[in-house]
């Protein structure tokens, strides 16, 4: 186990009619003046934003809005965002919305309290130290924002989506998670989050760092518990329960406990997205295609923690390392096909993948070789790729 | 799932040599003279408070002692030290010990932010909202109190012992883990800690309230944790990445994490406390031998959760809950028994327990019935004690 420091302070407020307190939980962060920041408009058309917007009058708070918040969040908003809060001496962000919105508000949050140019802290030339606060109403259980100190956003010049991971100024101050706005999630939003919350979780499983036993654990119980509660929301958009214990994994999955005290991986994560730049693709469909490549890959490279997953996630008992993580694979992808999510870059909806430019684009962005698991070179890079057609 | 608010802010410092932040860490929270409360003297013998001491120093720190705090921490040590902290301006705790260190800064910590008793809080007549800030260094991973809001006082009038849990208040600002000051724990302190943990996950784990999914495998995972890393403890007290595994899992068994969304139980402690308060008997050790007791009850009388345990955590197949549920006890047994810890009264050194006085005891502090998963009446209780000879 490695030597590691996890401060992960929001307070969330987890459950039925839940989103009654955000006046409140804002007011209490200190926050007279918001900028709410929200996405395409289901959060309109379903009454939340007014329900919202009634919470911050009872509590006295003023509030702007900035809307039409897009997946893949551009740093355009951002610039708009932070004029707004500039201009009319917002103190708070309020994001109603999935991890594009959080994300987009989290660096408003930042670059408002930063003289020079937001995009600094993302291109590494600036560390964040403050932010102004952040408050949270979930809708979409994927992206983990909710409790992370992180934030991905795309510079539309040269289409670089880059995440910023903070220790501590991004992390929301509250987090309202109420798992009955999430059943009118259309079932493939649904499905590509739940492969986007398992990744996140996966990306810190697959360590080169040995003796992590406990976080281990926590992760593979908190990927048991996703797939088993998968098929229920599947099944039943309204199952409160299932729905919850989804939602809850999603932020146990990317507020940092499942990587206490180890190196994470993230290849997968910078192999989807350059897909995701590439071809627009959804992140977490992105994901379903990257992870069983980047895992068959490592069953002939270093298959031991794939074989771990396997035997303890899916019960196989194969003693062989390599044999037991190529039944993880086919296991994994069992699990995303039950529940509709892509396998290959076809059914991605990318019928002839320029290989050669994704594999370079992902190098030019994390360097060479790049993967702590295990590092790729170009070679294997493309090879991940190949095989995920 | 229960609709449910969870907040822990502390930060965790883990790892080798961590203790040489400390004195950094607690100028970060704003002190500049801070009491230091201790234990017995191992920390001063093993010349652990004179390195923190050195940090104070170097952070340009004051500081002054309370020395000398005992297992089962007592209320005219909290007394005296609130009284130390109003006659010298502190404005800070520190705790370097284990949790009845912890417990004991913490208690002072809240009560000298209070003009009345600080028995108050414990007696349930005031609600605790503000307390000094509290750093921790944690030499033994048993309590959790390094992480929770918690803290166990015991009234020496009446000999009451009462544990205040906080949402917030209590929570200590920072907590220092460096699983190398654990390495001289003695084995039955080392073993008592681990029942402790136990305990803690256990007492959440038996929860009335269904659909629990994720934080149930939470659960069992730091449980699964434990059950692999303790016997590497027990055998090699030296052991890094062991001792490192134990004493995370013991944070996160008792930071609230393994409660989120649910009803928790916490009956097998109350009956334990009870022992402690009447025979002084070291409350790990005690644990020990309740809850296989209590279980052994459940597996007659509510035994579907005991089996959940004793499939998932110790592989057990037995189709029929009751079965399941024995077995599971079993099992439990066989691990206490596998690192030294006593299973029945007499190995405890109580030879002629007085199972009425326990059992009036008992249900005079909790109330009649108390068992949140199961309601205890007075001649259950008496059973479950009788179950522990």
């Known amino acids: 186990m490695d030597n590691f420091t996890y401060c992960a302070p929001t307070r969330y407020i987890f459950g039925r009619d839940t989103e009654k307190e955000t006046g409140k939980m804002m007011a209490a962060t200190g926050c007279r003046k918001v900028l709410v920041v929200s996405g395409g408009g289901s ?18 708070i003023e509030y702007l809005e900035l809307t039409g918040v897009k997946p893949n969040p551009t740093d355009d908003r951002v610039y708009e965002g932070i004029g707004i809060v500039r201009s009319n001496g917002i103190d708070g962000l309020l994001a109603v919305g999935g991890g594009s919105v959080i994300d987009t508000a989290k660096a408003i949050a930042g670059g408002a309290c930063y003289e020079g140019d937001f995009w600094d802290f993302w291109a590494g030339k600036a560390v964040m130290e403050k932010a102004l606060p952040i408050g949270v109403v979930l809708t979409i259980p994927a992206a983990g924002s909710e409790g992370s100190g992180n934030s991905v956003i795309t510079k539309i010049e040269g289409m670089r989506k880059i995440s910023l991971r ?6 929301p ?16 939003q649904t499905a590509a989050g739940i492969a986007d919350m398992m990744a996140h979780i996966m990306e810190r499983y697959f360590s080169p760092t040995s003796d992590v036993e406990t976080t281990d654990r926590v992760c593979e119980g908190v990927l048991m518990a996703i797939i088993a509660e998968a098929p229920k929301v599947m099944a039943d958009p309204e199952d409160y329960q299932a729905r919850a214990n989804i939602m809850w994994a999603g932020t146990l999955a990317h507020n940092g406990v499942c990587g206490c005290g180890r190196r994470e991986d993230w290849t997968s994560h910078g192999l989807e997205h350059e897909l995701s730049a590439l071809y627009g693709v959804t992140h977490g469909a992105g994901l379903a295609v990257v992870f069983p490549a980047w895992m068959t890959f490592m069953a002939s490279h270093k298959p031991e923690k794939i074989a771990q997953l396997g035997r303890r996630v899916f019960g196989i008992e194969d003693a062989d390392d390599k044999g037991a993580a190529l039944k993880a694979v086919d296991a994994l992808r069992g699990f995303f096909r039950s529940i509709g999510l892509p396998l290959t870059l076809g059914e991605l909806g990318v019928e002839d993948p320029d290989l050669e430019t994704l ?17 790729l070179q170009p070679v294997d890079t493309m090879a991940v790729y190949r095989l995920m057609r």
């Open 43 to 60: 959060a309109r058309r379903s009454g939340l934003l007014d329900r919202v917007f009634a919470t911050l009058d009872e509590a006295g």
């Open 166 to 171: 903070t220790d501590f100024a991004l992390r």
């Open 173 to 188: 101050k509250f987090a309202i998670l109420n798992p009955e706005l999430t059943f009118s999630l259309p079932p493939e």
């Open 359 to 375: 594999s370079r684009k992902f190098h030019e962005n994390k360097g060479t070789p790049f993967g702590p698991y295990y590092p």
